[in-house]
């Protein structure tokens, strides 16, 4: 019963007609990273070039002789160069979204070596009988500023493997420029420092220079450096981007399977931020239970898209991503989910719920007027008759605002040897889920707000005692308060999860509201940095870890925790389903 209601409550959704199961929703979510957001992935920037890097050691050796009767040394030279390494610290990068590309910039200070720990550079020179130097120099170079610049490329593709939309993240080779110069270079010959002009034009006879073995091999490892880190950067994007697909498929009762589906079917990139829009389906069959309503696809309603990056007014941070669902889209998940019948439930005295469910809970509708049918208490049973799905709309008083019409419950009790309904109730309520987001554990919990003064009772069968009908709507708030609510007691803490962090990001604020021209999406904004909490919630095989802080870590955002709560909670709900089974 707990389960029944926790999800009838968390995925809402309209009853109407317009939008069969399984049809496209255009739209369906819309994902914005506004020019803060990328702010933040920028600062995953530095993690792609390693901080310090080894310059291998350079080994060169030549001669020349001449041989008639004897053989006499034209030239003989040899050079080492060991010790070399270079920093490479990324500042001040940022990707700003422009129109249709987004431009990435950065700015990198480069140390080769230092005085302290300068490159050491070994040479023997010989020239005929002129010239023969041997000595070690100490090098080192002033930081030198690199400046990167190259555009991005964003757009949406087939896999040819799963033959799947999928986001593809192009970047091209970087422009990059330094200000590195001779004057930056010091080279320390101790007694030979004079003579360095001179080892250079003796080198240089061979195409060799000395200043070639600092400033080269350190131009090569940051060609190295800029051009290797640009299949992470795409890999990055794509990844963080493409989590939010989601095909997965859910047994929502023992004989039904619901399939989700959402994938990136567009991009838009202006100066306000970048948009993936999303196409979602959901596809199940008819449950046996559901034919009799005749109700066979969810509403759709006209609505405009919110702009690009908009936020509602009084949104107390600059969001870093903003999350659209729109209302047709949980329409039809909830649809899809009632369709299939996971709002038709028998409930029986199993010795799980607070109180035994027997005919002693007539009594308590309607004292002493049931007394004459059961001189004892025997056992009953409440069938459900979700007659509607829920309807859902996101302008009220909390993040999703639920209207529950004609849910109606059947109460059987055995009489004269056959189990009999002795009263039906149709039950309509206004309730409400909010999520909390703790930013120091990095829990999100979804608080539902649903009790006795929310319900408005109708007696819709009651041939045994119809002078009863007032007095038992008069009472059934106490019947909720007595079985309902300790049902939903707990049910905040069973619906809290923990986030995952991504390459060191994380959730740092959550804010949900309702969004667009008409206020008909539901809109979820947050920002993201370093968190203060360790990674939980979801492992790499997409089940639901320990709520209580002590979840995994991941490098990657698992599908069922991107932009959507829908498939997280479905997932959680079957896991716990299947352990209280087991």
């Known amino acids: 019963m707990r389960r029944l209601l926790s999800l009838a409550l968390v995925f809402p959704a309209l009853a109407l007609a317009d939008i069969p199961v399984g049809e496209e929703v255009d739209g369906a979510v819309l994902v914005d990273v506004t020019p803060s957001g990328f ?25 020349e002789e001449t041989c008639i009767i004897w053989c006499w040394d034209w030239y003989e030279y040899s050079l080492d160069v060991n010790n070399g390494w270079v920093d ?6 940022q990707i700003t979204p422009g129109y249709d590309v987004l431009d990435l910039s950065a700015t990198a200070l480069v140390t080769v070596n230092n005085y302290w720990d300068p490159i050491y550079i070994a040479f023997d020179a010989y020239l005929i009988e002129f010239i023969n130097i041997d000595g070690t120099c100490e090098g080192y170079m002033d930081p030198i500023t690199v400046d990167i610049w190259t555009p991005i490329y964003v757009d949406i593709v087939q896999n040819p493997i799963t033959m799947q939309s999928e986001l593809d993240v192009t970047v091209p080779d970087p422009i990059w420029t330094w200000n590195a110069n001779g004057d930056k270079l010091h080279i320390d010959c101790g007694t030979l420092t004079d003579v360095i002009d001179g080892l250079n034009w003796v080198l240089g006879i061979f195409g060799v220079n000395i200043y070639d073995f600092v400033i080269g091999p350190a131009e090569d490892l940051i060609d190295e450096q800029v051009m290797g880190m640009i299949p992470e950067l795409e890999q990055t994007i794509e990844e963080a981007f493409n989590a939010a697909n989601i095909h997965e498929e859910f047994p929502i009762t023992d004989d039904v399977i619901l399939s989700i589906d959402l994938a990136p079917d567009d991009v838009v990139i202006t100066p306000s931020g970048m948009r993936l829009s999303m196409l979602g389906a959901i596809e199940t069959d008819m449950d046996e239970c559901i034919e009799e309503y005749g109700i066979h696809a969810s509403l759709e309603t006209a609505s405009s898209d919110p702009s690009i990056g ?11 991503v903003g999350a659209f669902i729109d209302d047709d889209f949980l329409n039809q998940a909830m649809f899809g989910i009632w369709y299939g019948g996971l709002l038709c439930q028998v409930i029986e ?16 509708l309607a004292p ?36 529950l019409t004609e849910l109606g419950l059947d109460f059987h009790a055995e009489l004269d040897g056959r189990m009999t309904r002795m009263v039906g109730v149709n039950l309509e309520a206004e309730a409400g889920v909010d999520l ?56 905040t803490g069973d619906l809290a999860f923990a ?29 993201a940095g370093q968190p203060s909490y360790p990674g939980a919630g979801c492992d790499d095989s997409g089940g639901c870890g320990d709520t209580g802080g002590a979840g995994c870590t991941t490098g990657h955002l698992p599908s069922r925790i991107a932009f959507l709560l829908l498939p997280v909670l479905l997932a959680c709900f079957r896991r716990r389903q299947q352990s209280d089974r087991a």
Do not use: C, W
Request: charged share 15%.
């Open 39 to 63: 702010d933040t992935i920028t600062s995953l920037i530095p993690s792609l070039i390693p901080g310090s890097i080894v310059i291998p050691d350079i080994h060169m050796y030549d001669y």
């Open 88 to 93: 490479i610290g990324v500042n001040n990068a």
């Open 310 to 320: 908009s936020a509602p007014v009084g949104l107390p941070f600059q969001h870093d």
């Open 349 to 364: 005295d199993d010795g799980t719920l607070p109180i035994a469910l027997d005919t002693n809970l007539l009594g308590l």
């Open 368 to 403: 002493g007027v049931y007394d004459e049918f059961f001189s004892e208490a025997v056992p009953i049973m409440i069938t459900t008759r979700p007659a509607k799905p829920l309807e859902a709309y996101a302008q009220g008083p909390h993040d999703v605002n639920v209207s």
């Open 436 to 491: 909390v987001f703790d930013d120091q554990t990095g829990e999100i919990v979804i608080d539902v707000a649903f009790d006795a003064d929310d319900v408005v009772p109708s007696i819709t069968f009651n041939e045994f005692t119809p002078e009863a009908n007032d007095t038992i709507v008069a009472s059934f708030s106490s019947v909720f308060d007595s079985l309902v609510g300790p049902i939903l007691g707990g049910l």
């Open 499 to 527: 986030l995952p962090t991504f390459e060191g990001l994380g959730l740092t604020g959550l804010k949900a509201s309702a969004a667009g021209p008409s206020n008909d999406y539901f809109g979820f904004f947050a920002t």
